[in-house]
């Protein structure tokens, strides 16, 4: 039967023991709650410029709603980061209450790569310190002269999508999918991680870079239609007010001539 000393140790050494995890357990419980109160980024490409209908106020109105539908907590708590790609798009965000982190302005009179990489890296940064754990994009996407649509997407983490990987036929250049859970053992050179390190900057840059050339695109589209309704309508006021001078002139020159007739009737009868 154990002493009293040996039993008065274990209570001890369990004792201490409890202490180191109790501190597990809070250090876990807080990387929970940070785990499940995730900070966002929302990057916002507008236009420089006005002029161009409803192209801006539309990618506003998209990253606002979805600001209050997805991340309503996280504004209220100051959780979500915002950067605007585009004048029109910061000083309207500028004025409300959400927390600006950057903003690019001027771009689109030289539009480059360069701007596109720029961007990414500032995102890539910020999530790989752990200042935010995703990041959404917001643009209006070029579909034709009149219609844009708005498009809403994931940028980091880059999303997984499953998809089947094709086999090629040996006595043709034609592609096949594979079947009954055929694999395929791919060597890769240098190696694997070189190529992700390699590719996956390359693929989010060019991410950016088309969700700019769409962003341009629609700007561009939108200010042209804009214009040519503006244009229309010019002419129309004009033929509007050509019109009204006509008849004004004519009733000037009707008054005129009525005035004169009076004149010489009053002078005949004088005389």
């Known amino acids: 039967m154990?002493?009293?000393?040996?039993?008065?140790?274990?209570?001890?050494?369990?004792?201490?023991?409890?202490?180191?995890?109790?501190?597990?357990?809070?250090?876990?419980?807080?990387?929970?709650?940070?785990?499940?109160?995730?900070?966002?980024?929302?990057?916002?490409?507008?236009?420089d410029r006005g002029l161009c209908g409803s192209f801006n106020s539309d990618a506003i109105e998209t990253a606002k709603?979805?600001?209050?539908?997805?991340?309503?907590?996280?504004?209220?708590?100051?959780?979500?980061?915002?950067?605007?790609?585009?004048?029109?798009?910061?000083?309207?965000?500028?004025?409300?209450?959400?927390?600006?982190?950057?903003?690019?302005?001027?771009?689109?009179?030289?539009l480059s790569f360069d701007i596109a990489r720029q961007v990414v890296q500032d995102a890539v940064e910020g999530f790989e310190r752990g200042i935010w754990g995703e990041v959404m994009v917001v643009y209006n996407e070029f579909k034709n002269t009149i219609v844009q649509n708005q498009i809403v997407e994931p940028l980091l983490p880059i999303p997984e999508e499953r998809f089947e990987t094709p086999v090629m036929r040996?006595?043709?250049?034609?592609?096949?999918?594979?079947?009954?859970?055929?694999?395929?053992?791919?060597?890769?050179?240098?190696?694997?991680?070189?190529?992700?390190?390699?590719?996956?900057?390359?693929?989010?840059?060019?991410?950016?870079w088309r969700a700019l050339l769409e962003s341009n695109a629609a700007e561009q589209g939108a200010r042209m239609v804009a214009m040519d309704n503006a244009t229309e309508n010019a002419e129309e006021l004009i033929e509007d007010l050509t019109l009204e001078y006509n008849r004004a002139r004519q009733s000037a020159i009707t008054r005129e001539l009525l005035e004169i007739t009076s004149g010489a009737e009053a002078l005949e009868e004088s005389g």
């Open 2 to 47: 154990a002493n009293l000393r040996d039993i008065r140790n274990r209570i001890d050494s369990v004792e201490s023991t409890k202490q180191v995890t109790r501190a597990m357990k809070m250090v876990a419980a807080a990387k929970l709650r940070r785990a499940q109160e995730q900070i966002f980024q929302v990057i916002v490409i507008t236009a």
């Open 65 to 110: 709603n979805l600001i209050e539908t997805s991340y309503a907590r996280e504004k209220r708590d100051d959780e979500l980061f915002l950067l605007c790609v585009g004048e029109k798009g910061y000083t309207h965000f500028k004025k409300r209450d959400v927390r600006l982190v950057g903003d690019y302005q001027g771009i689109f009179d030289d």
């Open 170 to 208: 040996e006595e043709a250049d034609v592609f096949d999918l594979p079947e009954n859970g055929q694999t395929i053992n791919y060597i890769f050179e240098p190696d694997a991680r070189g190529l992700l390190d390699e590719l996956v900057p390359r693929f989010l840059y060019y991410q950016m």
